[in-house]
């Protein structure tokens, strides 16, 4: 036999009204500290609220102002330099009234419009939109509609604040370090972009940019080869596999993500090639494994805490000024050398 | 020169009202299907609702009934094996009005009390909670107020449904391996745990039971080591330390987690040990980054893809009739042997 449980019903402000013995447009007035209530009542109603336990719920308070509800729209759950970001703004977050719920999954157009849609929908109060691939139109309507702070794309809308680092540069980084190691064929596996507008925007287009500038002023014009896969530890392996299958493979490849380096790594290990004894391996972003001793991967810290508690400062500051000019923040990449990395044979 | 972005304001049914020339009482009747409303009426507010693109907010419909919000508490996004539980949450929902919102960094009784309390006082429809540490008390008072569904605690709660794998028997699964590969000096590692009702429910502590009651049914009762750290990499790191510094360390690693396991390779790879040559290693989860052939971990699956459609199956169910009986759903573990495992030397 079980037990059949009970549902517990929340008390409402009709339970106070009746509890209190006045109306609920009484309640309403002195739960709002409206004017025309007398002592006798506010002290009716607030005996009656706090002998039932009453409170507003967010619904309710939804409908007149702030429901202390924060969204954050996240790519993918897997790739662990969200998780940075979300250490940032969490850590920032602490202590105050807000609520931050998340959303992960969408790395399309129609999967974004819905989560946007359903954020605005439960009136959150404010948005931070993680590498979204949306159309610029559409993040200017979020942003007019809900204060947003954009992470992870260089736009340059007017209707929401945008935090990068500079992919540009942190790439060129990357290849001056390999380069630096005497390496010349030298390959970049790159997130597949082929939109117009994503392709001036996007950090992974920023970063494919970043490496065929820093190759060109190098002197290794003639050794640009980058592979189109995607961000993701499938998109390195498959990546590595196409450039090991070169004539010349490159003597280092420069992955655009700690994820994809990750699947480079994995791809080498099934090739039984040493890193960096037959091939240097680096990736971008600085996640947390990769300071794990077996993987020590070199790669170039965007900061991704800093990313996020900028992201949430701006945020909370745009709520109370929703009207102020559009912030655009750039952070300054450093590269991280750790043992995937060394001289070419 | 900015712009200063207009923030678009949303349709009201104040809106709708004097767009239709009738009063808002009656633009609500007439959303609400109520009686008394005349033909007449419902076209001139259904016109005016197309013509001003009006629709209900979630937190408006939120006072009446569904808000088609779903909410998941995670104790912290970094360990990858909770993105398994989330893949399959989100595949059956696929397609259904429900939009999910998840919480993480919740690992203490208070934090998961502000976070359960938040996702009822949003009037969410359903909750999923992975691994709550939450009194009894607690959880039951949180599953009679909204349908729940608890993953990661052996509960015997009547107020929700549980999720879990059979970790007692997942456990004795791999002594099981590693005391058939010759090992004898099998060490453990735990998430620490003193709390009398957690050492009853939560996965952690039923794994170390497992450990404990598999070494002795194999005769290794003398051999029973347990270190009690955490369930995260640094957990394992420390833990590893702990056991290199035996007299006589072990043979042969059981981490309670995949991440914990993680940190157990980083302190062996720093002390220069070779894995499993000079010490064998396994993880419990199966975590992605498991099957990674540069880490190749032996470890137990406890099929989180399948946990996560269970639990949402389960959950939308509840939802529809909240009053049916506690359902205590156990899946079987299996083992996979990788390359973290050999004989002992």
């Known amino acids: 036999m079980h037990h059949q449980p009970a549902t517990v019903r929340r008390v409402t402000i009709v339970d106070v009204a009746r509890h209190a013995g006045v109306s609920t447009t009484a309640v309403s007035k002195v739960l709002r500290n409206a004017y025309g209530t007398s002592s006798q009542m506010r002290s009716r109603v607030n005996a009656a609220v706090d002998e039932l336990g009453y409170r507003p719920?967010?619904?309710a308070r939804a409908l007149r102002g702030r429901t202390w509800t924060l969204g954050v729209m996240l790519p993918d759950v897997r790739n662990p330099f969200f998780a940075?970001?979300?250490?940032g703004v969490a850590e920032h977050l602490d202590g105050t009234e807000?609520?931050?719920?998340?959303?992960s999954g969408c790395d399309d157009v129609t999967s974004e419009a819905r989560v946007t849609e359903a954020m605005i929908d439960r009136s959150m109060d404010g948005l931070i939109l993680i590498a979204p691939?949306?159309?610029?139109?559409?993040?200017?309507?979020?942003?007019?509609?809900v204060p947003t702070v954009v992470?992870?794309?260089?736009?340059?809308?007017t209707g929401f604040d945008t935090v990068n680092d500079d992919d540009f540069a942190g790439a060129g980084l990357m290849v001056a370090h390999l380069a630096g190691l005497g390496?010349?064929?030298?390959?970049?596996?790159?997130?597949?972009?082929?939109?117009?507008?994503?392709?001036?925007?996007?950090?992974?287009?920023l970063r494919a940019d970043g490496y065929r500038h820093a190759m060109l002023s190098h002197g290794l014009g003639e050794h640009i080869d980058i592979v189109s896969t995607g961000y993701t530890r499938d998109g390195g392996y498959h990546g590595a596999r196409i450039l090991l299958d070169r004539p010349v493979p490159p003597t280092a490849i420069f992955a655009g993500a700690d994820v994809v380096a990750l699947g480079v790594l994995d791809a080498l290990t099934e090739a039984g090639l040493s890193v960096p004894g037959d091939i240097s391996v680096s990736g971008y972003d600085d996640i947390t494994l990769a300071g794990f001793r077996p993987i020590s991967l070199t790669t170039v810290d965007q900061g991704g805490h800093r990313i996020g508690t900028t992201a949430i400062r701006l945020l909370l500051d745009r709520?109370?000024?929703?009207g102020r000019p559009a912030?655009?923040?750039?952070?300054?990449?450093?590269?991280?050398?750790?043992?995937?990395?060394?001289?070419p044979r």
């Open 84 to 87: 940075d970001i979300l250490d």
């Open 319 to 322: 709520i109370t000024d929703p």
């Open 183 to 205: 390496h010349r064929r030298i390959a970049h596996i790159e997130h597949r972009e082929t939109d117009p507008v994503r392709l001036a925007e996007m950090p992974n287009a």
């Open 98 to 103: 807000y609520q931050l719920f998340m959303t």
């Open 327 to 343: 912030a655009r923040v750039k952070l300054a990449p450093t590269p991280v050398v750790r043992a995937t990395t060394g001289p």
């Open 151 to 157: 992470i992870g794309r260089h736009s340059r809308s």
């Open 57 to 59: 719920s967010a619904a």
């Open 133 to 145: 691939v949306s159309r610029p139109a559409h993040l200017e309507r979020v942003g007019r509609t």
